[in-house]
């Protein structure tokens, strides 16, 4: 099996058994190629014959050209599917990659908005304009059901289960799921929609929930620019984007209690380890708090966090 072919129907598998985006597709190609040209011009070697020192040559290769720690980690998960799919076709009898793990690399933590910030933003949308309902419906499903930007403008009117209380979802992969929604962001859909008027969308976008002035369905870079229109004039401080308010979301709930399964269920996660994340969020919100507002984590009236986080350090070195 050569590169062409090795590759050609990696892609295609990915492409009919896995039905990943188009936008997924590419970054798999690339990440492929790169193993390619690596273990072409630089080790010479097929498919078949690559072994675990050819992958770490590739690895080592990436660091000295100055990729950072996620970006190996993305490359090297591209990798290790191409690997896989060769091992489900019989093609190899051991993956290479098998022993090497992904370089360490530091997680930041996503920023969130306070509950106070998010109904600023609500308020911060001016209900006398045309598209004001759509805005404010638009914020409250991205807050109150976590939606990624692509399942929101991608939303359907034939997925609306409002009296059950639920959303259709078709979230990453094609991969379907129900996802509650409560009271208030009902309410400002059903608003919505009431002016929304049958012959206002186009043929195209005839089950489409959000549309735009023309009729057709919203892009994602427009709702980014909505979110950081609100924020702008809520006065929050902070850029804001459509995540920002699936991130604010999943911390709120976390925070007050919920179940972590549950809440990795709501967003879609393939695994239980991305929805974790949160759980350190919360826990250095909470940390956050005290210092800033716990007489005996603070040093006078102005000093604040940072005269805490000074104190903290000198207990620690103690």
């Not at 976390?254 to 994340?277: C, F, K, N, P, Y």
């Not at 826990?283 to 966090?305: M, N, V, W």
Request: one cysteine or more.
């Amino acid at each position: 099996m050569t590169w062409d072919e090795a590759i050609a129907d990696f892609l295609v598998y990915l492409r009919l058994e896995k039905s990943l985006s188009e936008k997924t597709l590419t970054a798999y190609g690339a990440d492929v190629h790169k193993l390619r040209s690596f273990m072409e011009g630089e080790c010479g070697v097929q498919p078949q014959q690559v072994e675990r020192g050819h992958v770490e040559q590739l690895l080592s290769h990436l660091y000295d050209a100055g990729l950072s720690g996620s970006s190996q980690a993305r490359v090297l998960s591209g990798v290790k599917a191409f690997f896989k799919y060769l091992l489900i076709e019989d093609a190899i009898a051991a993956s290479p990659t098998q022993q090497i793990s992904a370089p360490k690399q530091r997680r930041s933590l996503p920023d969130t908005l306070t509950v106070d910030e998010v109904e600023r933003i609500l308020a911060a949308v001016d209900l006398s304009k045309p598209e004001g309902h759509r805005n404010k419906a638009i914020v409250e499903l991205l807050y109150s059901c976590g939606l990624r930007v692509s399942e929101l403008v991608n939303l359907r009117l034939s997925s609306l289960y409002l009296e059950e209380g639920f959303l259709r979802i078709i979230g990453k992969g094609n991969k379907e799921r129900l996802v509650p929604i409560g009271e208030r962001a009902i309410s400002a859909l059903k608003l919505y929609l009431a002016g929304r008027s049958v012959g206002a969308a186009q043929r195209s976008a005839d089950d489409i929930v959000f549309l735009n002035r023309r009729g057709a369905k919203m892009t994602a870079v427009m709702v980014f620019l909505i979110t950081k229109d609100l924020a702008a004039k809520a006065g929050t401080g902070k850029t804001v984007s459509p995540h920002t308010f699936r991130h604010s979301f999943a911390t709120h709930l976390i925070a007050g209690g919920a179940d972590l399964r549950a809440v990795q269920e709501m967003l879609g996660h393939e695994s239980i380890t991305t929805t974790e994340i949160y759980t350190h969020l919360d826990r250095e919100y909470l940390r956050k708090t005290i210092l800033l507002y716990h007489p005996r984590a603070r040093r006078g009236q102005s000093g604040g966090a940072k005269d805490a986080d000074r104190e903290e350090d000198r207990m620690a070195e103690k």
